[in-house]
């Protein structure tokens, strides 16, 4: 491509700094001999320009989930679902450098635009750096839709191609800026007019480059990696522990997914290039009525210190870097997410939608992240209203979400069964808008925060340890030495089960300030169960997880049909997403092509 | 070399543009930076317990006033006090000498618990600073419902109205007949469900659950 671009210049300046001349040498016909072909480069670089564009903007927004300066750039970057746009300019560039390539090794003389003629050696060294950050790019582009590589490279293609494509954007500045000084505005006009010399045959050609490249759209769709659901008998019993002991995990096939970019997930000095990266990896078995899936993500450190509360001497303060924003990536415990959809589309399900305010109408969020939502049919209702039937049920296509919180639902033996529908309508009352994202219904049971209201600076305890209870008062001490190790950077090496992170509602009496005698430098957990488990949809998902030498090993289970309509039946073909959190409220690891579930 | 190249005085007033462009954008990029979101107007107002008024995102509140009605309403807690949102009631009025006292649920009281005291505790309480408390009727509790709620949550905008039930909460339109396996009690008084939204008349003597209102405002 850029052996092209060398001959643009030529053209319009290198032979000549005389606008005078480089106008004549505009207006001159290319020579007749050559005139067949010439309509190829200039075909190819209008191509290329309108790819760097797309993939340059959309990449930095997806960039700005990991590289939070990049948020400087907001006001000029696309909002929504870019990664789709990402993947299909992704495909047009793989089509264009293909060509490029192609014409390069057979014949060169269909990228002859003119005479050739030798461009000023800075601008033909710039533009041979950029001719290879394109090519690299895109390279690492493609080796990013792979699995199959560990983590430490997984990483590093990540990072490359981030410097790839920051290169080229960069070069496209250089490029544009040194063009535009030289040729003003009539290079611009150039380079569009010339790619139509021979509409009919440009325009055939586009359509044919379109065409192609949704064709290595779709093709990303259909190599999605398979998980096999292996097939138990009904009788076989199986204990959701973490620990998928029973001999019938030994029958089932395993699937492995480099996840990146994650909050925190720190590997130490020597594999700090690994940083924000996962390896999941899944099996999956079923009995004919529930499902089972055993799930195991690196993570150096065992996160349970859920938002403590420190005694201060104003008073009690929730222990947060972020929280604030909901964006807490400090104290706060491990997660993990799996996604199920139906439809199997790219991103996230198709509920990724990137930047500050994705939806015009709506509120914007606190982190400049984005939102989770499934995109609304219009064709029917009004958007905030169409997911919900007059009953409040769901009625709209759902990502169905099982949310596992180390915390607030390990020892409920559970994860949180939530969802993403169409966005909700704005709420008043409410200071988080979470756009798609909802819980599944319950009928009762909960675990809710230690405060009455949540201040960034004081808070009022709901509730304190009972001074009497010789449990509650072990149990809080068992805390502040657990808090101070975790201060201190010292991983704990005890049994989770007897760790105190978090507390039962009746092991606590309501906050009385006359009772509070706690000293200065207390610290309470936040989490109080109110009971056991939660009763009703919410409680759909069994699951459990153990943390063991660097290792979340995660048992989940649920009926292959619930009946819910904020739920996905588990059933051949159904997409699979995982995510990994880290220490962190909102920052999870990602991959970029679902599992597919294939059932026997 | 820089010189030569800028040397043309096309390329100068160029370099001025594009310079002039690159400006703006960074200037642009400061000055349009996303804004943290903003309250959205709303019907509902918060106020404390001791009667003052609070903006949309504070807290903790005691009371909402309706706007829209013109009446204020007691908001539900977890503190286990006597808003706790999980005690529930006989119905009972000393004034109409009628209900059954003493048929529900609560720990403020010494017996078991019923509409009239928590009335009474209101109003000596100065919830939000005023007496008057009392039962809502029917039409004054169906003000609250909201349809357009989240899958599986109570009708009623919880984010005003935290700690609500999906289940029956008494008013105050008593000798309702009672029909079905409820008959053998002859009468009762209305009851509706933030869970589906709909009304029935229960007997006097079943544990529901209450959220009083006051007609008057706090100053």
Redesign the interface.
């Known amino acids: 491509m850029d052996r092209v671009v060398n001959e643009l210049p030529s053209r319009v300046s290198s032979s000549s700094?005389s606008?005078v001349e480089t106008q004549a040498q505009l207006e001159q016909p290319a020579s007749s001999g050559r005139a067949g072909r010439l309509w190829l480069w200039p075909l190819l670089h209008l191509l290329l320009m309108i790819v760097v564009v797309v993939s340059g903007l959309t990449g930095l927004r997806i960039a700005m989930l990991e590289y939070e300066w990049l948020?400087?750039?907001?006001?000029?970057l696309p909002q929504g679902n870019v990664v789709v746009w990402h993947f299909l300019s992704g495909g047009l560039l793989t089509l264009v450098v293909s060509v490029y390539l192609g014409c390069l090794c057979f014949s060169r003389q269909w990228l002859k635009a003119a005479p050739s003629s030798s461009p000023p050696t800075t601008r033909r060294v710039i533009q041979r750096v950029g001719r290879w950050c394109v090519l690299l790019s895109m390279l690492s582009g493609v080796a990013l839709l792979g699995n199959a590589s560990g983590a430490f490279v997984a990483h590093w293609v990540h990072t490359l191609h981030f410097i790839f494509a920051g290169a080229v954007l960069f070069y496209a500045m250089v490029h544009v800026?040194d063009y535009?000084?030289?040729g003003?505005r009539r290079i611009w006009l150039w380079t569009v007019t010339s790619a139509f010399k021979r509409p009919v045959i440009g325009g055939l050609v586009l359509f044919c480059f379109a065409g192609v490249s949704l064709l290595v759209f779709r093709g990303v769709y259909w190599s999605y990696p398979e998980l096999r659901v292996h097939r138990i008998p009904l009788e076989s019993p199986v204990r959701v522990d973490g620990m998928a002991n029973e001999p019938e995990w030994a029958e089932a096939s395993s699937v492995s997914l480099i996840t990146f970019g994650g909050e925190n997930f720190s590997w130490g000095a020597q594999s700090v290039l690994a940083n924000g990266t996962t390896r999941v990896t899944t099996k999956a078995m079923h009995n004919g009525e529930e499902a089972f899936f055993f799930i195991q993500w690196q993570d150096p450190t065992q996160s349970l210190l859920h938002l403590p509360l420190l005694k201060t001497e104003k008073g009690w303060e929730v222990q947060q870097r972020g929280f604030h924003r909901f964006h807490e990536q400090h104290y706060y415990e491990d997660k993990f997410a799996v996604l199920l959809d139906e439809r199997c589309k790219l991103a996230a399900g198709g509920t990724a939608h990137l930047g500050?305010?994705p939806l015009k109408d709506k509120?914007?969020?606190?982190h400049?992240r984005g939102y989770h939502y499934v995109q609304p049919d219009v064709q029917s209702g009004k958007q905030s209203?169409m997911h919900?039937g007059?009953?409040?049920?769901?009625k709209g296509p759902i990502v169905d979400m099982w949310h596992w919180k180390a915390v607030r639902t390990n020892h409920m033996m559970l994860a949180d069964d939530n969802y993403f529908?169409p966005p909700?309508?704005?709420?008043?009352?409410?200071?988080r808008?979470t756009a798609g994202y909802?819980?599944?219904?319950?009928?009762s049971g909960a675990y809710?925060m230690n405060w009455?209201?949540y201040r960034p600076d004081i808070i009022v305890p709901?509730r304190l340890p009972v001074r009497e209870d010789a449990l509650s008062q072990q149990q809080l001490a068992e805390f502040q030495y657990r808090y101070q190790q975790r201060i201190q950077g010292l991983q704990p090496a005890v049994s989770q089960e007897s760790e105190p992170w978090m507390v039962n509602w009746f092991s606590y009496v309501?906050?009385d300030q006359d009772d509070d005698h706690y000293p200065i430098g207390t610290v309470l957990p936040s989490v109080l169960y109110?009971s056991n488990q939660f009763e009703?949809?919410?409680a759909d998902v069994r699951a459990h997880g153990i943390w063991k030498d660097g290792v979340w090993s995660l048992e989940l289970s649920r009926r292959l049909e619930t009946g819910s309509?904020?739920d996905i039946a588990l059933q051949d073909g159904v997409c699979m997403w995982v995510a990994a959190f880290d220490q962190s409220q909102i920052g999870h690891t990602r991959h970029a092509t679902p599992l597919r579930l294939r059932f026997p | 070399m820089f010189r030569a190249?800028f040397n043309?005085p096309?390329?100068r007033r160029?370099?001025v543009v594009?310079m002039s462009l690159i400006c703006t954008?960074v200037v642009?990029?400061?000055l349009?930076?996303?804004?943290?979101?903003l309250?959205?107007?709303?019907r509902?107002q918060k106020w404390s317990l001791e009667g003052e008024p609070l903006a949309?995102?504070?807290?903790?509140w005691a009371c909402v006033e309706d706007q829209t009605t013109g009446l204020l309403w007691e908001v539900k807690t977890?503190?286990?006090?006597i808003r706790h949102g999980d005690w529930t009631y006989s119905w009972y009025s000393n004034t109409a000498s009628r209900g059954i006292p003493n048929q529900g649920d609560c720990y403020f009281e010494r017996d078991r618990c019923d509409t009239e005291d928590l009335i009474r505790r209101a109003n000596k309480e100065r919830w939000c600073g005023l007496d008057g408390w009392r039962l809502p009727s029917s039409k004054e509790l169906m003000s609250l419902l909201n349809?357009?709620?989240?899958?599986?949550?109570p009708?009623i905008?919880v984010?005003?109205f935290p700690h609500t039930q999906?289940a029956n909460y008494w008013t105050a339109d008593f000798n309702a007949r009672l029909t079905g396996v409820y008959a053998q009690f002859t009468v009762g008084a209305m009851a509706l469900s933030f869970g589906?939204g709909r009304q029935s008349a229960l007997p006097y003597q079943s544990a529901e659950f209450v959220r009083l209102v006051n007609s008057n405002q706090p100053k």
Do not use: C, H, M
């Not at chain 1, 509120?363 to 606190?366: A, E, I, Q, T």
């Not at chain 2, 977890?78 to 006090?81: G, I, L, M, S, V």
């Open positions: 700094t606008s948020l400087l750039l907001s006001p000029f800026s535009t000084l030289t003003g500050p305010q509120p914007s969020n606190w400049g209203d919900l007059s009953e409040g049920e769901n529908g909700d309508q704005a709420r008043p009352g409410a200071r808008y909802g819980t599944d219904g319950k009928d809710v009455q209201w709901k309501p906050y109110r009703g949809d919410r309509s904020t | 190249y043309a096309r390329r160029r370099a594009l954008i642009g990029a400061i349009l930076q996303p804004s943290n979101p309250p959205l107007e709303s509902y949309n995102w504070s807290g903790p977890d503190a286990e006090n349809f357009s709620v989240k899958p599986g949550r009708k905008t984010e005003f999906k589906d």
